[in-house]
C-alpha cells in the first residue's frame, strides 16, 4: 500500500508572513502625512508674524505652523503621526524585522526633519533682520526638532517594544490625540467652535485611548502594571503641561523675560495639574475603559480556554 502524499500547504499556514520591506518607508510617510492632516487642511500657509519684515500678499507654504501660539499644535500634528507609524510598523512585523524597522523610521525622521527645516528657512527669510527674529526661529526649530526625537522614541516603543513598552509609546500618542482633533474640527486659525459637542467629545478621546491601550496590554506582570500606571499618569499630566506651554510661550509681554516666562508656564502647569475639575475626569475616564476592557478581555480568555 502506498503512502499518502505528503503536502505542504499546513506548514505553509503555520509559517510567518512577511511583508515587503518597501512597505515600511511608504507606511511611515503616510503615517507623517496623516499626522500633518490638521495643518494641511487649512491650506498650510504660513501663520501671521510679529516680526515680519512685510506682510505678504499671500503668505508662502509652510509644512508647519510655525508661531508662537501654535505649539501645542505642533506637539500634536508631529507626535500623531509617529505613533501612526510606530502602529502601523508592529502591524508589519517591525519586532522581528530590524531592516523594517530602520527604513520605517528614517522615513519618519528624515520626512519630520525636513519638514523643520523647509519651514525654518521660509519662516526666516519673511522676517526682520533683528536679533529677536534669529532667537525666534532658532527656538521654535529647535522645540521642534525635540518633539521629532520625542516622536521617533514613540515609534521605537509602539513598533518594537514588548507590550509594556510599547504601552508607554501608546499612552503619549494618545494623550496629544485631543488637541489634533480639536485642529480638525476648528482648523488652526478659524473662527470659534461651532460644533462644541464635536470639541466636547474631543476631550475624552486621549482617556478612553490610554485606557483601551490599557486593557491590550493587560496586567498580568510588575512591567505592565507599571506601564499602565506611567499611562494614566501621562493622560493627566500632558494636558496641564500642554496648557502651560502654550500660555508661556503664546504670552507677548513676557517675550523678553525668558525667566518671567518659565515661572507663568510653571505656575499655570501647577494650576492646571492640580485642579480637581481638570484632573480627575481624564484620570477616572482611562481607569474605568481600562477596568472594562481588561473584564471583557478575561471574559474572552475564559470562554476560549472551555472551547479549548
Not at 521605537?156 to 480639536?182: E, K, M, N
Amino acid at each position: 500500500m502506498s503512502a499518502e502524499p505528503v503536502t505542504s500547504a499546513p506548514v505553509d499556514r503555520m509559517l510567518p508572513r512577511t511583508h515587503p520591506l518597501w512597505l515600511f518607508p511608504v507606511t511611515g510617510a503616510t503615517a507623517v502625512l496623516v499626522g500633518l492632516l490638521p495643518w494641511l487642511l487649512t491650506g498650510a500657509r504660513m501663520p501671521i508674524q510679529n516680526l515680519w519684515a512685510f506682510t505678504p500678499t499671500v503668505p508662502p507654504i509652510v509644512l508647519l505652523p510655525f508661531s508662537q501660539y501654535s505649539v501645542g499644535l505642533i506637539l500634536s500634528v508631529i507626535v500623531v503621526g509617529a505613533a501612526l507609524a510606530g502602529i502601523a510598523g508592529r502591524a508589519l512585523g517591525a519586532r522581528s524585522r530590524r531592516s523594517g524597522t530602520a527604513l520605517l523610521l528614517a522615513a519618519v525622521g528624515l520626512l519630520q526633519l525636513a519638514a523643520v527645516a523647509q519651514t525654518a528657512v521660509t519662516v526666516a527669510d519673511t522676517l526682520q533682520e533683528r536679533t529677536e527674529s534669529t532667537i525666534y526661529v532658532v527656538g521654535l526649530s529647535l522645540g521642534c526638532v525635540l518633539t521629532v526625537a520625542l516622536g521617533l522614541a514613540v515609534t521605537t516603543l509602539i513598533a518594537t517594544a514588548p507590550r509594556a513598552g510599547a504601552l508607554l509609546g501608546l499612552a503619549v500618542g494618545s494623550a496629544v490625540t485631543s488637541g489634533w482633533l480639536s485642529s480638525i474640527i476648528v482648523p488652526f486659525g478659524s473662527s470659534p467652535a461651532t460644533l462644541p459637542a464635536a470639541m466636547w467629545l474631543a476631550q475624552w478621546v486621549p482617556p478612553v485611548l490610554v485606557g483601551a491601550a490599557i486593557a491590550w496590554t493587560g496586567v498580568d506582570t510588575a512591567g505592565r502594571i507599571i506601564a499602565a500606571i506611567a499611562a494614566v499618569v501621562a493622560v493627566w499630566m500632558t494636558p496641564a503641561f500642554i496648557t502651560g506651554l502654550t500660555n508661556a510661550v503664546g504670552s507677548r509681554v513676557l517675550a523678553e523675560s525668558p525667566a518671567d516666562m518659565l515661572d507663568y508656564g510653571l505656575g499655570v502647569f501647577r494650576m492646571a495639574l492640580f485642579e480637581p475639575a481638570l484632573a480627575l475626569p481624564p484620570i477616572l475616564t482611562a481607569i474605568v475603559v481600562a477596568a472594562i476592557g481588561l473584564a471583557v478581555r478575561a471574559l474572552l480568555g475564559r470562554r476560549r480556554a472551555a472551547i479549548a
